[in-house]
Each structure stands twice: as C-alpha cells, then as structure tokens.
C-alpha cells in the first residue's frame, strides 16, 4: 500500500489516517532455567505432553496493573525428560562427570520463557527505504524496533517473579540472562501484528470493524495486521476470527452491491 | 542442498524423532545401521580432521558405566553432516578450530591429540575448556561452539536417549494406562 501512491493518496493507498506501517509489534521474552534437586530420582520414563505450555502463568496484572509497566506477559513453563533438555543445561566442565550433571540435570530441570507484547508505540513501524531499492527498483521496506523503558522494565519484572516461584518450590536457577537490556531479549518472528489498525475513527485507524479500508470500499484486509492491540496470548486464533469476520462481512456487502 | 537418502536415513536414526513416532510393527532397522556410519567419509571436514572431531568428542563425552560415549553415539558424523550443510564462514571457524587444539596439544605433550594418552587428552581438554563459561580467545569461543554442537549430537542419538538418559517417550501406545507415578498416588484423580 505504501508502494501505491496516487494524486488521491499521496502517502500510500488507503492511507489518509497515515496509520499504515504504524503500531508494528510482535512478542518478546526470556529464559529463566531452574533446576530442583529434590526430583533427582523421581520416575522419568515418558515426560511426554510436559514440555512448554503444559504450565501456563497467565493472568498476570490484569486485575491490578504493575506500576513499572504497561501490559502484562505470560510465563510458558516447560519440564520433564526431553532429548533436547541438555543443550540449555549450561553445564561447565567435560568427561564423565560432565555426563552425570547433565542427565541428572535433564531430569529435574525446568524452563519459564516469557511471552510478552512489545508495547505499540510511535517508534516501531514499517516504511520504505528512500535509498534502498530491490532488483526491480522499488524501494525496500524498512522495519523500525526497538525495546523501550517499558519493554526491558517488563523482562526484569518477569525474571524476578520466576526467582521468587523457583525459590519458593525449592529449586536453583541455573540460569538467567546475566543483564536484562534490548541486547538480551530475543523478538517472536512469528507473532508480527499491526500496521493497519482497525478502529471507529477513520482518522486514527486504517480498517474499519469488518476489515474493510475507510478509504476505499473494495479495499479488504484479512491477516494479523488488523491489530490495534497485541495482548500477550499468541494471535493465531483472533486472526482466524478476524479473518473469518471479514470474510462474512465482505461477501454480505458483496451480495448488496455496496463494493462497487 | 541434497541429502543421500541412506543419509537421510542415518540421522533418522540418530534422531530418535524419526521411527519412534511410528507404530512398532513399521519401525525399520535403520537406527542400527551401523554400516552407514563405517562406510562414511567426511565430506566438511578432511579426514585427519574427522579422526580429532572424534576423539575430541569422545574425550568430552566419554564411555563409562554410565553408558555409551561420543563415539559410538557417531557424534563426529552429526557434526560433519551439518557442516556439511552449514556456510563456509562455518566450516573453516571448525577447521581453525580444531587446528586450534592440535597446535595446543603439541606445545603441552610435543605430539598430536591423537598420540596423546587418555590423561594428557584430558590435560589438553581441561585447559582447552577453561574459560568456557566467559570465553575470550578464539580458542575458547570455539570450544563453546564445539562443546554446544557435541552435546547436540550426543543426545540426538537414539542410543544416548534410550541407554543414557532413559528417554522412553516420543512412542505410541496402544492403551493409556493413566498415571502410574508412585509420587501421585496419595491424590483422588478419580
């Protein structure tokens, strides 16, 4: 849509609000390892189903938000026996006690990795590079994001709540990102959303209710861009319903010869 | 990038991923295979480099009565095979790498790693792993990419897992027995 500028849309099609390309966020997160001595010889003959997600802390802030910052997170706890355990391990040394600690380890170890929302803010979005251009001459889409204040204070309060739960269920961390800064975190590829907002009001937002453009008629959007809000659950599902809105709403204006 | 199927096979057979999600009566042989990995030759590494990457591996991951070591997990095969498939960039820091020790078994014992005894092995491990934990040199960098992709290997390898660690998911059952955990005994799931 930026690519398409016409005298009528001078800053891309559809974008009289100059919301397109705005309000770009994704997930984010950290690891935080324990391991519980007090499970060393428990029974880990099939841990199947008990990786990430069996253990989901969820609901965080949501009754009573944190005065550090805004949003909240999900903690996605994995455990058990699993293959690829030892890797994360973080297990100094070599030779056979190397192999002691690392299946005794692999056992009773567990993993909390954080799932939180990017905070949309007027620093992340998508434009086009003035300079940049690919083989066929247009210009290259540049993707602005950077961690905040919020984002990083955020990642701190995440790995302090995983102390406190591993402490209290008498475990020791093995390990946790030595600093907390934009560095340390690491962004979900998988979870982009925004950049053409739905909204009421046709000067703030790109979409209206239904994915359909405030701008032009026939113009519809069915994706995860639609986003004006990325809570910390995955966005798969409210993409789906989303889409599937769309898709109702645009065949019922359709039938009605409302896109002509 | 192509995969020989007998191969592709091979790390299906290290990977415990592979015939283990399949009913047992369609499981083939292919995990004990041995043959591929005998008949094998480096294709990333030369082969005086493949002979290092083993006993290196072994030396960190060793047999013992704990179980099986690096070496007849066929380590040295999984790395090769990915670096095989990795970015030249990747290879030759491998090459340097192992060149690396080479040259630091000879200052320490005057000879290779190969023609060293198991304990100057493990003197020349020992300070080849020293600084792992905040690394500096090229030397320990690589001992950190070396230790992280053996490990990798070591427990991709269905013998580690059934053997070693006592994995016994990743199978289908025929009836689900409930949980016969002892340790959960004591609570009313009914």
């Given at each position: 849509l930026l690519l398409n500028k016409t005298r009528e849309f001078p800053n891309g099609l559809a974008n009289s609000s100059g919301q397109?390309?705005?309000n770009l966020t994704s997930h984010f997160g950290l690891t935080v390892t324990a391991f519980f001595p007090?499970?060393?010889?428990?029974?880990?003959?099939n841990d199947d189903g008990?990786?990430?997600?069996?253990?989901l802390l969820s609901g965080?802030?949501?009754?009573e938000p944190s005065k550090n910052f805004e949003g909240t997170y999900q903690v996605q706890c994995g455990s058990g026996l699993?293959?690829?355990?030892p890797r994360d391990l973080y297990v100094p040394g070599f030779g056979s006690a190397l192999k002691r600690e690392l299946k005794e380890k692999a056992i009773c170890s567990a993993n909390m990795n954080m799932q939180g929302a990017l905070l949309a803010s007027p620093k992340k979005y998508v434009d086009l590079d003035p300079d940049r251009t690919d083989r066929f001459g247009l210009p290259l889409p540049r993707i602005h994001l950077h961690y905040e204040d919020n984002d990083v204070a955020m990642a701190k309060d995440m790995v302090q709540t995983s102390e406190e739960i591993i402490t209290a269920a008498r475990g020791e961390v093995i390990?946790?990102?030595r600093e907390i800064s934009p560095e340390t975190l690491a962004i979900d590829y998988n979870h982009w959303v925004g950049t053409m907002r739905m909204g009421a009001d046709p000067k703030t937002s790109v979409l209206n209710a239904d994915g359909q453009s405030h701008d032009i008629a026939n113009l519809f959007v069915g994706d995860?861009?639609?986003?004006?809000f990325n809570p910390e659950k995955n966005p798969t599902l409210t993409n789906i319903a989303l889409s599937w809105r769309m898709s109702e709403r645009l065949a019922a204006k359709a039938r009605k010869g409302e896109l002509a | 990038v192509s995969l020989q199927r007998r191969e592709f096979f091979a790390i299906l057979g290290i990977c415990?991923?592979?015939?283990?999600?399949?009913f047992a009566q369609h499981r083939h042989g292919v995990e004990d295979d041995d043959s591929v990995f005998a008949a094998y030759r480096p294709r990333a590494l030369t082969q005086p480099e493949y002979e290092l990457l083993d006993q290196l591996t072994e030396t960190l991951l060793p047999a013992d009565q704990t179980g099986p070591g690096a070496h007849e997990a066929h380590v040295a095969y999984y790395v090769d095979v990915v670096l095989y498939h990795s970015s030249a960039t990747i290879r030759q820091t491998w090459k340097t790498g192992l060149a690396l020790v080479e040259k630091l078994a000879d200052e320490r014992f005057g000879q290779g790693f190969g023609a060293c005894s198991r304990s100057q092995r493990q003197d020349v491990m020992a300070a080849f792993a020293k600084n792992e934990m905040a690394p500096q040199t090229d030397a320990d960098r690589f001992f950190v990419e070396f230790k992280r992709m053996a490990i990798d290997g070591f427990y991709a390898s269905q013998l580690i897992q059934r053997e070693h660690l006592g994995y016994r998911g990743n199978t289908a059952i025929p009836e689900f027995p409930g949980c016969t955990h002892t340790e959960f005994e004591h609570l009313d799931t009914a």
């Open positions: 397109v390309g705005q007090q499970l060393k010889h428990r029974d880990a003959s008990t990786d990430y997600y069996h253990g965080l802030y949501w009754d699993h293959p690829n355990n390990f946790k990102p995860s861009s639609v986003f004006s | 415990a991923a592979s015939a283990e999600t399949m």
